[in-house]
């Protein structure tokens, strides 16, 4: 069986060159790999979380649309949708926002971002905070696990999510009892460049020091002329280490151009000459791909008759069929036939783990967690009294067994934080006083 690999693209504002070499280049290359299929999609509702501006959100979705293609993205050769078309996808959202904890959502990163910048400024914890973005994580899970992606590649920011996808498909397996659902894998290429921008910062739309990917050739000149360098004159050797406009060099050069490059620096290369062949070097690798995407531009009804025809494959092929599986799965079903389902379904139940609590040597009390074969699965901390110890064992045991422990844990572990920062605050200001 090939490996299905999904990349989901959140469509906002131009792509820039720090985008070009650290995604979307990369992404594409490894798209071409004979023993995988697959999946790239512009997440247009994730951007409805971010962007309520309906232009934006076209143009957006349109130009990021076209640089893919433009760059090389081959539209018969991977499936390549728009998530809007899948209307699945939302529908499976639900199914597994039924089964997600919720003091798993609490933890996400964008989400408690959030909320920490709004204690900061001692505003209420959800002020601003749409439940779109506290949900952002599984309606990313239902674009993975529509499809039964393996494996999802992407930036460290997003590790979080795709083990929130795993937790949401094991309780789903669990409580449904079958595999439906394959376990995604995450991704991460350690090797991904991060490109320097125009001020030697990483170049982020957040620090306004991007070059736009299919900028005009005159914008480009001029961009790449306005990296700043230090202030060695021509004929001075130049430090390679450090310098934003050597490492975009290499970015877009062979291993021996680099190299050669290296031996301008050290012989004293002027910082005009130096721009001028990056210039070269850069618009050499990009002026084919700017005018495709030129020529993309200017008929969209093409890139839509695309995105349009592969949504309705994929749906016909995977989505609908899952669907339909998955709605008889958890008992949205044809009312007629409710004579042929047992009356009562016997559920088999596994045996608890066995806590064991004992008293230590120092006086306190633990506990351990020990699984059906005797593992351990807990060990506790010493408590001042039993009952201290008990309460714990009381939350524990209520909830389920294997998987869905282990989310209860990241559940309680997110309740107890802010008693334990609490604590540490106290503590410290005792310490003060
Ligand atoms: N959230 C991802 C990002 O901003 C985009 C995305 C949406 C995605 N759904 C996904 C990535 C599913 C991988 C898998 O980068």
């Known amino acids: 069986m090939t490996t299905r690999v999904l990349t989901g693209i959140t469509p906002s504002g131009t792509p820039h060159l720090g985008n070009y070499v650290g995604a979307i280049r990369p992404a594409i290359a490894a798209s071409r790999a004979s023993d995988i299929e697959s999946f790239f999609f512009l997440a247009d509702l994730h951007s409805l979380i971010k962007s309520q501006e309906p232009e934006r959100t076209q143009r957006s979705t349109l130009e990021i649309a076209a640089s893919w293609l433009a760059c090389g993205l081959d539209p018969d050769k991977v499936w390549f949708y728009r998530q809007s078309d ?9 199914f597994l926002t039924v089964v997600a904890s919720k003091g798993i959502l609490n933890r996400a ?29 599984v309606l990313m899970a239902a674009d993975i696990l529509i499809f039964n992606a393996n494996r999802v590649p992407v930036g460290r920011d997003q590790i979080q999510h795709i083990e929130m996808a795993r937790d949401f498909a094991q309780r789903f397996n669990h409580v449904y009892g079958k595999e439906y659902f394959a376990l995604p894998e995450v991704i991460i290429d350690e090797q991904v460049a991060t490109l320097a921008g125009l001020d030697g910062r990483k170049m982020s739309k957040s620090y306004h020091n991007t070059i736009p990917l299919f900028a005009p050739r005159e914008e480009l000149k001029k961009l790449v002329f ?11 050797p130049k430090d390679t280490e450090g310098s934003a406009l050597f490492q975009m060099y290499q ?18 290369i002027s910082w005009g000459d130096a721009k001028q062949q990056l210039f070269e070097r ?13 020529a993309l531009m200017a008929e969209p009804e093409k890139i839509e008759a695309i995105l349009r025809q592969r949504g309705q494959q994929l749906r016909e092929q995977f989505a609908i069929p899952l669907l339909k599986e ?6 949205l079903r044809d009312l007629s036939t409710a004579g042929d389902a047992p009356k009562a379904a016997v559920v088999a139940k596994a045996a608890l783990p066995l806590f064991k609590q004992y008293r230590e040597k120092d006086g306190r009390f633990y506990f351990k967690l020990l699984d059906g074969e005797g593992q351990l699965l807990i060990q506790s901390e010493g408590f001042d009294s039993p009952r201290d110890a008990g309460q714990l064992i009381a939350v524990i045991k209520q909830a389920e067994q294997g998987d869905a422990l282990q989310s209860e844990l990241f559940r309680l572990e997110a309740e107890m934080a802010p008693v334990l920062d609490a604590l540490q605050a106290l503590r410290e200001a005792a310490a003060k006083d």
């Open 109 to 137: 990163h964008a989400y408690k971002a959030a909320v920490d910048k709004n204690r900061e400024e001692q505003l209420d914890d959800d002020a601003g905070v749409t439940a779109g973005l506290f949900m952002y994580p």
């Open 326 to 331: 998955l709605r008889h799965a958890v008992g």
């Open 251 to 268: 970015a877009f050069a062979t291993p021996e151009q680099t190299a050669a490059f290296a031996q301008a620096f050290a012989a004293g």
């Open 282 to 294: 850069i618009d050499g690798e990009l002026s084919p791909l700017r005018e495709r995407y030129n």
């Open 226 to 236: 306005s990296i700043v360098t230090d202030s060695r004159a021509p004929g001075e």
């Open 86 to 94: 899948i209307p699945e996808t939302t529908e499976l959202m639900w």
